[in-house]
């Protein structure tokens, strides 16, 4: 499914409608999308949507570069973003952890070191076992794991939606056994035994997702295609929180690059192709600008902090 939808998506790039305003000096060489994770899902799937449509009207070389950091979720490739130079030559397709937790765990990201131009995707994201798994939803989780090991298995222990789990599996008086961080997680991870349950996006597990069983949806609300599947916040009493990715720029990036950058994405997030990715998969597509992003960042900080405490990190 995934590999059917980035297919379609980059084949009907072409067709977005409209015309830009002429630019004036930006871009004028090689623009590189950084993904900080493997080539695939849905954050993938739009960035080179984005970056076709800009190399399409710009005419300049414009290209996608997956810097998947294992255990190290989306930050080893931040830093990378974060070391090149301010001038829109490379930019950040990043998920909210990296402004929002990045700063937190003193790894050389500042509250100000990146730029928000703006939020294009908020991920379905899920809880997810095997279908012969003996639990269906949280609480029967909970109640499974008070006398057998659990392994979580997710994109690293920082990621927003593995702090939610922690969160949840406290309020809900239980301990996943372990957890392990991985580059990717979809059927085979669950087949294969290397995790009980796994926290990941439905673009990851589309192939066999008749085959598992959903525990719960991570974000504001129930996600339409998963019937009768609760949000982990309505489950376990948590605070609400969504992963979202946007773009981002280094401070100190001139206005013109955010502007050209924010004007092409939003024209993409528009697209028939884009819409369409949204209606066949769930995930959530569209644009927000820098400052309505900037305030989605703090708010969000404040959540994970909270949440974080709770469970000592």
């Known amino acids: 499914?995934?590999?059917?939808?980035?297919?379609?998506?980059?084949?009907?790039?072409?067709?977005?409608?409209?015309?830009?305003?002429?630019?004036?000096?930006?871009?004028?060489s090689p623009v590189q999308f950084v993904v900080p994770f493997p080539p695939g899902d849905f954050e993938d799937i739009l960035t080179r949507m984005i970056a076709a449509n800009m190399q399409e009207k710009t005419g300049v070389s414009v290209s996608v570069v997956n810097k998947p950091g294992g255990g190290d979720g989306p930050f080893p490739g931040a830093l990378e973003v974060l070391a090149a130079p301010a001038d829109g030559t490379v930019v950040g397709s990043f998920v909210g952890v990296v402004p929002i937790v990045g700063p937190l765990i003193d790894i050389g990201i500042e509250m100000d070191s990146f730029v928000p131009v703006g939020i294009f995707l908020t991920y379905p994201f899920v809880l997810a076992a095997s279908g012969d798994a003996p639990y269906s939803n949280m609480a029967e989780l909970a109640a499974y794991a008070q006398d057998n090991d659990v392994v979580l298995g997710h994109f690293g222990a920082s990621l927003t939606p593995t702090v939610a789990s922690f969160a949840a599996a406290q309020a809900m008086d239980f301990e996943f056994a372990d957890d392990s961080a991985f580059d990717l997680l979809d059927c085979n991870?669950?087949?294969?035994?290397?995790?009980?349950?796994?926290?990941?996006?439905?673009?990851?597990?589309?192939?066999?997702?008749?085959?598992?069983?959903?525990?719960?949806?991570?974000?504001?609300?129930?996600?339409?295609?998963?019937?009768?599947?609760?949000t982990l916040s309505s489950q376990a009493g948590i605070e609400d929180l969504e992963l979202w990715n946007g773009l981002f720029v280094t401070k100190g990036t001139?206005?013109?690059?955010v502007?050209?950058?924010?004007?092409?994405?939003?024209?993409?997030m528009a697209s028939e192709a884009a819409q369409q990715l949204m209606i066949e998969t769930g995930a959530?597509?569209?644009?927000?600008?820098?400052?309505?992003?900037?305030?989605r960042v703090a708010n969000d900080r404040e959540v994970v902090t909270g949440m974080m405490e709770a469970i000592g990190q």
């Open 254 to 257: 001139p206005q013109e690059v």
């Open 189 to 230: 991870t669950l087949s294969a035994g290397d995790a009980d349950v796994i926290n990941t996006t439905l673009a990851l597990i589309e192939p066999c997702l008749d085959d598992l069983n959903i525990l719960a949806n991570i974000g504001n609300d129930p996600i339409a295609k998963l019937d009768g599947v609760e």
């Open 284 to 295: 959530g597509v569209y644009w927000q600008d820098a400052a309505t992003a900037a305030g």
């Open 1 to 28: 499914m995934k590999n059917l939808a980035l297919t379609a998506a980059l084949a009907a790039t072409t067709a977005l409608v409209g015309a830009l305003p002429a630019y004036a000096e930006y871009p004028t």
């Open 259 to 268: 502007d050209t950058l924010a004007a092409i994405a939003e024209e993409t």
